[in-house]
Protein backbone atom coordinates (compact mmCIF):
# COMPACT_ATOMS: atom_id res chain seq x y z
CA UNK A 1 0.00 0.00 0.00
CA UNK A 2 1.61 3.17 -1.38
CA UNK A 3 1.78 5.78 1.44
CA UNK A 4 1.85 9.64 1.29
CA UNK A 5 5.71 9.64 1.91
CA UNK A 6 5.61 6.97 -1.12
CA UNK A 7 3.66 9.15 -3.67
CA UNK A 8 6.36 12.31 -2.76
CA UNK A 9 9.29 9.75 -3.62
CA UNK A 10 7.69 8.68 -7.08
CA UNK A 11 7.23 12.61 -7.93
CA UNK A 12 10.60 13.33 -7.47
CA UNK A 13 11.42 10.36 -9.68
CA UNK A 14 9.03 11.38 -12.38
CA UNK A 15 6.82 7.93 -11.74
CA UNK A 16 3.60 7.54 -11.99
CA UNK A 17 1.08 5.88 -9.83
CA UNK A 18 -0.28 3.59 -12.60
CA UNK A 19 3.48 2.83 -13.30
CA UNK A 20 3.64 1.39 -9.77
CA UNK A 21 0.94 -0.64 -10.20
CA UNK A 22 1.49 -1.94 -13.32
CA UNK A 23 4.85 -3.58 -12.13
CA UNK A 24 3.08 -4.61 -9.04
CA UNK A 25 1.20 -6.86 -11.34
CA UNK A 26 4.04 -7.68 -13.61
CA UNK A 27 5.48 -8.80 -10.20
CA UNK A 28 2.13 -11.00 -9.39
CA UNK A 29 1.72 -12.30 -13.06
CA UNK A 30 4.85 -12.57 -14.70
CA UNK A 31 5.51 -12.41 -17.92
CA UNK A 32 4.81 -15.06 -20.74
CA UNK A 33 7.53 -16.87 -22.69
CA UNK A 34 7.47 -16.34 -26.41
CA UNK A 35 6.69 -18.23 -28.68
CA UNK A 36 9.49 -19.41 -31.10
CA UNK A 37 9.04 -21.23 -34.86
CA UNK A 38 12.99 -22.11 -35.28
CA UNK A 39 16.64 -20.52 -34.15
CA UNK A 40 17.74 -18.27 -37.50
CA UNK A 41 20.10 -19.77 -39.60
CA UNK A 42 22.11 -18.93 -43.08
CA UNK A 43 18.95 -18.97 -45.73
CA UNK A 44 16.46 -18.78 -42.69
CA UNK A 45 16.62 -15.07 -41.66
CA UNK A 46 20.41 -15.30 -41.73
CA UNK A 47 22.19 -12.82 -45.02
CA UNK A 48 25.67 -13.68 -45.65
CA UNK A 49 26.34 -11.33 -48.23
CA UNK A 50 29.13 -12.61 -51.38
CA UNK A 51 32.15 -10.55 -51.85
CA UNK A 52 30.66 -8.76 -54.43
CA UNK A 53 27.54 -7.94 -52.33
CA UNK A 54 30.15 -6.50 -49.69
CA UNK A 55 31.54 -4.50 -52.28
CA UNK A 56 28.53 -3.08 -53.30
CA UNK A 57 26.74 -2.31 -49.96
CA UNK A 58 30.11 -0.51 -48.64
CA UNK A 59 29.31 1.30 -51.68
CA UNK A 60 25.87 1.86 -50.63
CA UNK A 61 26.78 3.12 -47.04
CA UNK A 62 29.65 5.52 -48.41
CA UNK A 63 27.15 7.21 -51.01
CA UNK A 64 24.39 7.62 -48.00
CA UNK A 65 27.49 9.29 -46.07
CA UNK A 66 28.12 11.76 -48.86
CA UNK A 67 24.01 12.74 -48.80
CA UNK A 68 24.26 14.51 -45.65
CA UNK A 69 22.43 12.51 -43.90
CA UNK A 70 23.01 12.73 -39.84
CA UNK A 71 24.67 9.70 -38.30
CA UNK A 72 25.50 9.03 -34.38
CA UNK A 73 27.24 6.65 -32.20
CA UNK A 74 25.57 5.59 -29.60
CA UNK A 75 27.56 3.79 -27.22
CA UNK A 76 25.57 2.24 -23.65
CA UNK A 77 27.95 2.64 -21.66
CA UNK A 78 26.75 3.14 -17.82
CA UNK A 79 28.02 0.11 -16.17
CA UNK A 80 30.43 -0.47 -13.66
CA UNK A 81 33.31 -2.69 -14.58
CA UNK A 82 32.92 -4.37 -10.79
CA UNK A 83 31.95 -7.66 -12.45
CA UNK A 84 35.11 -8.16 -14.39
CA UNK A 85 37.17 -8.23 -11.27
CA UNK A 86 34.91 -10.41 -9.62
CA UNK A 87 37.82 -12.79 -9.45
CA UNK A 88 40.29 -10.79 -7.91
CA UNK A 89 38.16 -9.54 -5.76
CA UNK A 90 37.22 -13.12 -4.26
CA UNK A 91 41.38 -13.25 -4.18
CA UNK A 92 41.83 -10.18 -1.71
CA UNK A 93 39.05 -11.92 0.74
CA UNK A 94 40.69 -15.15 0.47
CA UNK A 95 42.34 -16.79 3.46
CA UNK A 96 45.03 -17.79 1.40
CA UNK A 97 47.55 -14.96 0.04
CA UNK A 98 49.19 -16.62 -2.87
CA UNK A 99 47.54 -17.24 -6.41
CA UNK A 100 44.88 -20.54 -6.30
CA UNK A 101 42.56 -20.78 -8.82
CA UNK A 102 43.28 -21.31 -12.66
CA UNK A 103 42.24 -17.14 -13.11
CA UNK A 104 44.76 -16.18 -10.36
CA UNK A 105 47.26 -17.75 -11.26
CA UNK A 106 47.22 -16.29 -14.97
CA UNK A 107 46.40 -12.81 -13.86
CA UNK A 108 50.02 -12.75 -12.13
CA UNK A 109 51.40 -14.30 -14.25
CA UNK A 110 50.78 -12.43 -17.45
CA UNK A 111 50.66 -9.27 -15.51
CA UNK A 112 52.73 -7.10 -17.52
CA UNK A 113 51.15 -8.09 -20.60
CA UNK A 114 48.30 -5.91 -19.19
CA UNK A 115 47.89 -2.49 -20.78
CA UNK A 116 47.58 -0.49 -17.62
CA UNK A 117 50.53 -2.36 -15.93
CA UNK A 118 52.74 0.31 -16.08
CA UNK A 119 49.63 2.78 -14.26
CA UNK A 120 49.35 -0.47 -11.46
CA UNK A 121 53.21 -0.86 -11.08
CA UNK A 122 53.21 3.34 -10.13
CA UNK A 123 50.47 3.31 -7.88
CA UNK A 124 52.06 0.56 -5.77
CA UNK A 125 55.44 2.01 -6.27
CA UNK A 126 53.38 4.86 -4.53
CA UNK A 127 51.22 3.56 -2.21
CA UNK A 128 53.35 0.37 -0.93
CA UNK A 129 56.78 1.77 -1.58
CA UNK A 130 57.65 -0.92 -3.52
CA UNK A 131 57.06 -2.21 -7.45
CA UNK A 132 55.22 -4.87 -8.45
CA UNK A 133 58.10 -7.52 -9.07
CA UNK A 134 59.36 -6.24 -5.76
CA UNK A 135 55.93 -7.48 -4.37
CA UNK A 136 55.19 -10.16 -6.04
CA UNK A 137 58.29 -11.75 -5.28
CA UNK A 138 58.00 -11.16 -1.21
CA UNK A 139 54.48 -13.30 -1.87
CA UNK A 140 52.57 -10.09 -0.95
CA UNK A 141 50.31 -10.42 -4.52
CA UNK A 142 47.14 -9.57 -2.19
CA UNK A 143 48.97 -5.57 -2.20
CA UNK A 144 49.29 -5.78 -5.83
CA UNK A 145 45.60 -6.74 -6.81
CA UNK A 146 44.23 -4.06 -3.89
CA UNK A 147 45.86 -1.51 -5.36
CA UNK A 148 44.49 -2.57 -8.68
CA UNK A 149 40.54 -2.42 -7.57
CA UNK A 150 40.39 0.38 -4.57
CA UNK A 151 40.20 3.77 -4.52
CA UNK A 152 43.40 4.42 -2.78
CA UNK A 153 44.78 2.68 -6.58
CA UNK A 154 43.35 2.62 -9.32
CA UNK A 155 39.49 2.29 -8.17
CA UNK A 156 38.85 -0.30 -11.11
CA UNK A 157 36.34 -2.08 -8.71
CA UNK A 158 34.24 0.78 -8.88
CA UNK A 159 35.04 2.86 -12.26
CA UNK A 160 32.93 2.59 -15.12
CA UNK A 161 34.39 -0.05 -18.34
CA UNK A 162 34.98 2.71 -20.36
CA UNK A 163 37.31 4.28 -18.37
CA UNK A 164 39.65 1.07 -18.13
CA UNK A 165 42.96 0.91 -19.86
CA UNK A 166 42.36 -1.77 -22.34
CA UNK A 167 44.84 -1.08 -25.34
CA UNK A 168 48.81 -0.53 -25.55
CA UNK A 169 50.04 2.14 -28.20
CA UNK A 170 53.34 3.82 -29.26
CA UNK A 171 51.69 6.84 -28.11
CA UNK A 172 49.79 5.77 -25.32
CA UNK A 173 47.82 3.27 -23.97
CA UNK A 174 43.54 3.34 -24.69
CA UNK A 175 40.27 3.15 -22.84
CA UNK A 176 37.28 1.58 -24.31
CA UNK A 177 36.05 5.22 -25.19
CA UNK A 178 38.85 6.71 -27.06
CA UNK A 179 38.40 3.26 -29.31
CA UNK A 180 35.17 4.13 -29.96
CA UNK A 181 36.15 7.50 -30.86
CA UNK A 182 38.27 6.27 -33.26
CA UNK A 183 35.79 3.69 -34.92
CA UNK A 184 33.21 6.52 -35.27
CA UNK A 185 35.80 8.69 -37.29
CA UNK A 186 36.71 5.56 -39.07
CA UNK A 187 32.89 4.57 -40.45
CA UNK A 188 30.40 7.10 -38.77
CA UNK A 189 31.88 10.29 -39.89
CA UNK A 190 29.76 12.45 -42.27
CA UNK A 191 31.48 15.57 -43.78
CA UNK A 192 34.13 15.75 -41.51
CA UNK A 193 32.31 15.22 -38.72
CA UNK A 194 31.77 12.76 -35.99
CA UNK A 195 28.82 12.18 -33.58
CA UNK A 196 29.00 9.89 -30.92
CA UNK A 197 26.71 9.62 -27.73
CA UNK A 198 27.44 7.64 -24.31
CA UNK A 199 24.45 6.60 -22.25
CA UNK A 200 26.80 6.86 -18.25
CA UNK A 201 26.13 6.41 -15.08
CA UNK A 202 25.47 10.28 -12.84
CA UNK A 203 28.31 9.11 -10.42
CA UNK A 204 30.89 9.02 -13.12
CA UNK A 205 29.23 11.72 -15.94
CA UNK A 206 31.94 14.02 -14.80
CA UNK A 207 34.88 11.88 -15.51
CA UNK A 208 33.44 10.74 -18.80
CA UNK A 209 33.74 14.81 -19.20
CA UNK A 210 36.76 15.03 -18.16
CA UNK A 211 38.39 12.09 -19.91
CA UNK A 212 36.85 12.87 -23.13
CA UNK A 213 37.40 16.82 -23.13
CA UNK A 214 41.55 15.91 -22.66
CA UNK A 215 41.31 12.82 -25.48
CA UNK A 216 39.42 14.80 -27.84
CA UNK A 217 41.77 17.08 -29.93
CA UNK A 218 44.41 13.85 -30.26
CA UNK A 219 41.83 12.01 -32.49
CA UNK A 220 40.00 15.18 -34.07
CA UNK A 221 43.99 15.84 -35.38
CA UNK A 222 44.91 11.73 -36.03
CA UNK A 223 41.53 11.28 -38.28
CA UNK A 224 40.75 14.90 -39.64
CA UNK A 225 37.72 14.88 -37.79
CA UNK A 226 35.56 17.00 -35.79
CA UNK A 227 33.72 15.30 -32.57
CA UNK A 228 30.42 15.84 -31.42
CA UNK A 229 30.38 14.19 -28.02
CA UNK A 230 27.26 13.66 -26.31
CA UNK A 231 25.94 12.24 -23.32
CA UNK A 232 22.74 11.17 -21.40
CA UNK A 233 22.17 9.42 -18.11
CA UNK A 234 19.73 6.29 -17.71
CA UNK A 235 16.38 8.22 -16.59
CA UNK A 236 14.65 7.86 -13.15
CA UNK A 237 11.72 7.69 -14.02
CA UNK A 238 12.73 4.14 -16.02
CA UNK A 239 13.91 2.69 -12.96
CA UNK A 240 11.50 0.04 -11.16
CA UNK A 241 10.18 -0.68 -7.60
CA UNK A 242 11.50 -4.43 -5.84
CA UNK A 243 9.33 -6.52 -3.88
CA UNK A 244 9.50 -9.29 -1.54
CA UNK A 245 9.35 -12.48 -2.22
CA UNK A 246 5.55 -12.29 -1.77
CA UNK A 247 5.68 -9.29 -4.08
CA UNK A 248 5.19 -6.39 -0.97
CA UNK A 249 6.58 -3.46 -1.51
CA UNK A 250 10.52 -4.15 -0.61
CA UNK A 251 11.47 -1.10 1.23
CA UNK A 252 14.61 0.66 2.50
CA UNK A 253 16.05 0.43 6.57
CA UNK A 254 14.13 4.04 6.41
CA UNK A 255 11.07 3.03 5.09
CA UNK A 256 12.07 4.68 1.61
CA UNK A 257 10.59 2.50 -1.57
CA UNK A 258 13.89 0.68 -3.09
CA UNK A 259 13.96 1.22 -6.73
CA UNK A 260 16.72 -0.63 -9.06
CA UNK A 261 17.76 0.41 -12.91
CA UNK A 262 15.66 -1.20 -15.18
CA UNK A 263 18.06 -2.40 -17.32
CA UNK A 264 19.46 -1.43 -20.48
CA UNK A 265 16.05 -1.64 -22.24
CA UNK A 266 15.18 1.85 -20.21
CA UNK A 267 17.68 3.63 -22.66
CA UNK A 268 15.21 3.07 -25.35
CA UNK A 269 14.14 6.78 -23.81
CA UNK A 270 17.70 8.08 -24.26
CA UNK A 271 17.83 6.68 -27.73
CA UNK A 272 14.65 8.26 -28.88
CA UNK A 273 16.13 11.71 -27.96
CA UNK A 274 18.91 11.52 -30.38
CA UNK A 275 18.76 13.64 -33.77
CA UNK A 276 19.85 10.82 -36.32
CA UNK A 277 18.91 9.46 -39.74
CA UNK A 278 21.46 6.17 -38.62
CA UNK A 279 22.10 5.25 -35.74
CA UNK A 280 25.02 2.84 -34.71
CA UNK A 281 25.24 0.50 -31.52
CA UNK A 282 27.44 -1.39 -29.89
CA UNK A 283 28.51 -2.49 -26.59
CA UNK A 284 31.66 -0.03 -24.61
CA UNK A 285 33.43 -3.04 -24.25
CA UNK A 286 33.06 -4.87 -27.86
CA UNK A 287 36.88 -3.12 -29.29
CA UNK A 288 39.78 -4.06 -30.58
CA UNK A 289 43.11 -2.08 -31.13
CA UNK A 290 43.80 -0.14 -34.56
CA UNK A 291 45.78 -3.83 -36.01
CA UNK A 292 42.37 -5.47 -36.15
CA UNK A 293 40.21 -2.71 -36.80
CA UNK A 294 39.76 -2.99 -40.72
CA UNK A 295 37.63 -6.07 -40.56
CA UNK A 296 35.53 -3.95 -37.85
CA UNK A 297 34.98 -0.76 -40.24
CA UNK A 298 34.43 -3.10 -43.21
CA UNK A 299 31.83 -4.88 -41.58
CA UNK A 300 30.07 -2.08 -40.06
CA UNK A 301 30.17 -0.29 -43.19
CA UNK A 302 28.71 -3.31 -44.43
CA UNK A 303 25.62 -3.93 -42.37
CA UNK A 304 24.85 0.08 -42.47
CA UNK A 305 24.89 -0.43 -46.40
CA UNK A 306 22.27 -3.08 -45.98
CA UNK A 307 19.92 -1.25 -44.04
CA UNK A 308 20.22 2.31 -46.57
CA UNK A 309 19.58 -0.11 -49.16
CA UNK A 310 16.29 -1.86 -47.49
CA UNK A 311 15.21 1.70 -46.34
CA UNK A 312 15.22 3.03 -50.07
CA UNK A 313 13.24 0.09 -50.99
CA UNK A 314 10.99 0.24 -47.85
CA UNK A 315 10.22 3.70 -48.89
CA UNK A 316 10.00 3.41 -52.33
CA UNK A 317 6.60 0.87 -51.64
CA UNK A 318 5.32 2.75 -49.06
CA UNK A 319 4.98 5.95 -51.35
CA UNK A 320 3.69 3.45 -53.43
CA UNK A 321 1.05 2.13 -51.74
CA UNK A 322 0.04 6.04 -50.10
CA UNK A 323 0.06 7.11 -53.78
CA UNK A 324 -2.81 4.46 -54.81
CA UNK A 325 -0.70 3.82 -57.94
CA UNK A 326 -0.34 0.20 -57.67
CA UNK A 327 -1.78 -3.35 -59.15
CA UNK A 328 -2.45 -6.94 -57.65
CA UNK A 329 1.37 -7.71 -59.42
CA UNK A 330 2.19 -4.53 -57.78
CA UNK A 331 0.73 -5.81 -54.03
CA UNK A 332 2.26 -9.32 -54.96
CA UNK A 333 6.12 -7.95 -55.42
CA UNK A 334 5.55 -5.64 -51.84
CA UNK A 335 4.66 -8.81 -50.31
CA UNK A 336 7.50 -10.70 -51.09
CA UNK A 337 9.81 -7.73 -50.55
CA UNK A 338 8.02 -7.56 -46.74
CA UNK A 339 8.41 -11.69 -46.27
CA UNK A 340 11.45 -12.54 -48.02
CA UNK A 341 13.87 -8.77 -47.54
CA UNK A 342 12.25 -7.96 -44.46
CA UNK A 343 11.91 -11.65 -42.78
CA UNK A 344 7.93 -10.78 -41.81
CA UNK A 345 5.00 -13.73 -42.61
CA UNK A 346 1.76 -13.65 -41.99
CA UNK A 347 0.32 -16.87 -42.31
CA UNK A 348 -3.25 -15.79 -42.82
CA UNK A 349 -1.52 -12.83 -45.77
CA UNK A 350 -3.93 -14.31 -48.27
CA UNK A 351 -6.86 -14.18 -46.59
CA UNK A 352 -6.99 -9.99 -46.09
CA UNK A 353 -8.99 -8.01 -48.59
CA UNK A 354 -7.52 -5.07 -50.86
CA UNK A 355 -7.92 -2.49 -48.22
CA UNK A 356 -6.78 -4.38 -45.12
CA UNK A 357 -3.64 -5.89 -46.76
CA UNK A 358 -2.73 -2.26 -47.60
CA UNK A 359 -3.05 -1.22 -44.23
CA UNK A 360 -0.88 -4.11 -42.55
CA UNK A 361 1.80 -3.20 -45.69
CA UNK A 362 2.47 0.46 -44.85
CA UNK A 363 2.18 -0.76 -40.97
CA UNK A 364 5.46 -3.00 -41.78
CA UNK A 365 7.12 -0.76 -44.41
CA UNK A 366 6.51 2.51 -42.28
CA UNK A 367 8.29 1.93 -39.24
CA UNK A 368 12.25 1.73 -37.44
CA UNK A 369 14.50 -0.50 -39.02
CA UNK A 370 17.73 -2.37 -37.54
CA UNK A 371 20.11 -4.71 -39.49
CA UNK A 372 22.00 -6.90 -36.62
CA UNK A 373 25.48 -8.61 -37.09
CA UNK A 374 25.49 -11.90 -36.00
CA UNK A 375 28.05 -13.96 -34.98
CA UNK A 376 28.67 -17.94 -35.06
CA UNK A 377 27.66 -19.30 -32.28
CA UNK A 378 31.27 -20.10 -30.32
CA UNK A 379 29.11 -20.64 -26.47
CA UNK A 380 29.45 -17.33 -25.03
CA UNK A 381 27.11 -16.03 -22.57
CA UNK A 382 23.81 -14.44 -23.91
CA UNK A 383 21.03 -14.05 -26.38
CA UNK A 384 20.95 -15.59 -30.21
CA UNK A 385 18.91 -14.61 -33.71
CA UNK A 386 15.29 -16.07 -33.60
CA UNK A 387 12.26 -16.29 -36.03
CA UNK A 388 9.51 -15.29 -33.28
CA UNK A 389 5.55 -15.25 -33.31
CA UNK A 390 4.59 -11.68 -32.21
CA UNK A 391 1.42 -10.29 -30.72
CA UNK A 392 -0.44 -9.38 -34.61
CA UNK A 393 0.42 -13.24 -34.72
CA UNK A 394 3.01 -12.30 -37.75
CA UNK A 395 6.91 -14.06 -37.65
CA UNK A 396 9.91 -12.07 -37.87
CA UNK A 397 13.41 -11.60 -36.28
CA UNK A 398 14.09 -11.25 -32.98
CA UNK A 399 16.67 -11.32 -30.21
CA UNK A 400 16.12 -13.22 -27.46
CA UNK A 401 17.85 -14.53 -24.34
CA UNK A 402 17.29 -17.15 -22.39
CA UNK A 403 15.45 -15.93 -19.73
CA UNK A 404 12.48 -15.56 -22.55
CA UNK A 405 12.04 -18.98 -23.46
CA UNK A 406 10.55 -21.24 -21.68
CA UNK A 407 12.97 -23.73 -20.08
CA UNK A 408 10.69 -26.50 -20.00
CA UNK A 409 9.92 -26.89 -23.50
CA UNK A 410 12.73 -29.18 -25.16
CA UNK A 411 12.00 -28.13 -28.31
CA UNK A 412 12.61 -24.22 -27.36
CA UNK A 413 15.76 -25.12 -25.79
CA UNK A 414 16.97 -27.34 -28.19
CA UNK A 415 16.78 -24.46 -30.66
CA UNK A 416 18.30 -21.88 -28.00
CA UNK A 417 21.53 -24.90 -27.11
CA UNK A 418 21.61 -26.18 -31.54
CA UNK A 419 21.05 -22.45 -32.61
CA UNK A 420 24.42 -21.33 -35.36
CA UNK A 421 25.23 -18.12 -34.07
CA UNK A 422 24.98 -15.66 -31.28
CA UNK A 423 24.48 -11.96 -30.99
CA UNK A 424 26.99 -9.82 -30.02
CA UNK A 425 25.39 -6.58 -29.99
CA UNK A 426 26.41 -5.02 -32.97
CA UNK A 427 23.20 -3.29 -34.38
CA UNK A 428 22.61 -0.39 -37.00
CA UNK A 429 19.40 1.25 -37.03
CA UNK A 430 17.04 3.86 -39.05
CA UNK A 431 14.83 5.84 -36.65
CA UNK A 432 13.27 8.31 -39.33
CA UNK A 433 10.20 8.26 -41.67
CA UNK A 434 10.22 8.98 -45.46
CA UNK A 435 9.22 12.26 -44.78
CA UNK A 436 12.82 12.34 -42.34
CA UNK A 437 9.81 12.37 -38.76
CA UNK A 438 11.51 10.91 -35.95
CA UNK A 439 9.60 7.37 -34.82
CA UNK A 440 8.55 7.41 -30.52
CA UNK A 441 11.02 4.95 -29.87
CA UNK A 442 8.81 3.62 -27.35
CA UNK A 443 5.38 2.62 -29.23
CA UNK A 444 7.77 -0.07 -30.95
CA UNK A 445 8.48 -1.62 -27.59
CA UNK A 446 6.66 -4.97 -26.56
CA UNK A 447 5.81 -4.45 -22.97
CA UNK A 448 5.38 -7.87 -22.65
CA UNK A 449 8.53 -9.37 -22.86
CA UNK A 450 9.86 -8.00 -19.52
CA UNK A 451 11.55 -10.12 -17.07
CA UNK A 452 12.28 -10.80 -13.11
CA UNK A 453 15.14 -11.52 -11.85
CA UNK A 454 15.66 -12.81 -8.12
CA UNK A 455 18.29 -9.93 -6.10
CA UNK A 456 19.21 -8.91 -2.41
CA UNK A 457 19.62 -5.63 -0.65
CA UNK A 458 21.90 -5.75 2.76
CA UNK A 459 21.08 -9.88 3.20
CA UNK A 460 17.50 -9.12 2.17
CA UNK A 461 16.10 -11.46 -0.70
CA UNK A 462 14.21 -9.42 -2.91
CA UNK A 463 12.21 -9.49 -6.50
CA UNK A 464 13.76 -6.95 -9.40
CA UNK A 465 12.12 -6.12 -12.65
CA UNK A 466 13.90 -5.89 -15.51
CA UNK A 467 12.15 -3.47 -18.70
CA UNK A 468 12.32 -5.38 -22.29
CA UNK A 469 15.87 -5.34 -23.40
CA UNK A 470 17.26 -2.75 -25.82
CA UNK A 471 18.08 -4.83 -28.54
CA UNK A 472 15.26 -7.93 -27.28
CA UNK A 473 11.66 -6.80 -26.54
CA UNK A 474 12.17 -2.92 -26.60
CA UNK A 475 12.59 -3.33 -30.36
CA UNK A 476 10.61 -6.22 -30.98
CA UNK A 477 8.22 -4.24 -33.59
CA UNK A 478 10.84 -2.87 -35.63
CA UNK A 479 11.78 -4.08 -38.72
CA UNK A 480 14.56 -6.57 -38.10
CA UNK A 481 17.05 -8.44 -40.60
CA UNK A 482 20.54 -9.76 -39.67
CA UNK A 483 23.91 -10.16 -41.54
CA UNK A 484 26.67 -12.88 -40.24
CA UNK A 485 29.92 -11.00 -39.62
CA UNK A 486 33.51 -12.29 -38.81
CA UNK A 487 33.83 -13.88 -35.49
CA UNK A 488 36.78 -11.45 -35.53
CA UNK A 489 34.40 -8.18 -34.65
CA UNK A 490 33.48 -9.63 -31.63
CA UNK A 491 35.78 -9.10 -28.76
CA UNK A 492 34.27 -8.83 -25.61
CA UNK A 493 35.40 -8.21 -22.02
CA UNK A 494 33.93 -9.92 -19.71
CA UNK A 495 37.06 -10.51 -16.71
CA UNK A 496 39.79 -8.70 -16.55
CA UNK A 497 41.72 -12.16 -18.45
CA UNK A 498 39.62 -11.22 -21.55
CA UNK A 499 42.17 -8.44 -21.87
CA UNK A 500 45.28 -11.30 -22.20
CA UNK A 501 43.55 -12.25 -24.90
CA UNK A 502 45.39 -12.30 -27.96
CA UNK A 503 42.87 -9.51 -29.66
CA UNK A 504 43.62 -7.69 -27.29
CA UNK A 505 47.04 -7.62 -27.01
Not at 78 to 90: I, P, T, W, Y
Not at 146 to 166: E, V
Amino acid sequence: MLEEKDLKQLAEKGISRQQIDTQLKQFENGFPFLKLEAAAAIGRGIIAPSAEEIDNYVKAWEAYKASGKQIVKFVPASGAASRMFKDMFAFVDADYSEPTTDFEKKYFAHIKDFAFYEELNDVCVKNEGKDIDTLMAEGNYKAVAANMLTAGGLNYGQLPKGMLTFHKYDDGARTPMEEHLVEGALYAASNGEANVHFTVSHEHLPFFKQKVADKTAKYESKYGVKYNISFSEQKPSTDTVAVNPDNTLFRNSDGSLLFRPAGHGALIENLNEINADVVFIKNIDNVVPDRLKPETVQWKQVIAGVLVTLQAKAFEYAQVLEGGQYDHAKLEEIIRFVQQDLCCRKSDIKELEDAELVIYLKNKLNRPMRVCGVVKNVGEPGGGPFLTYNQDGTVSLQILESSQIDKANKEYMQMFTNGTHFNPVDLVCAVRDAKGNAYNLPDYVDKTTGFISSKSKNGKELRALELPGLWNGAMSDWSTVFVEVPLGTFNPVKTVNDLLREQHQ
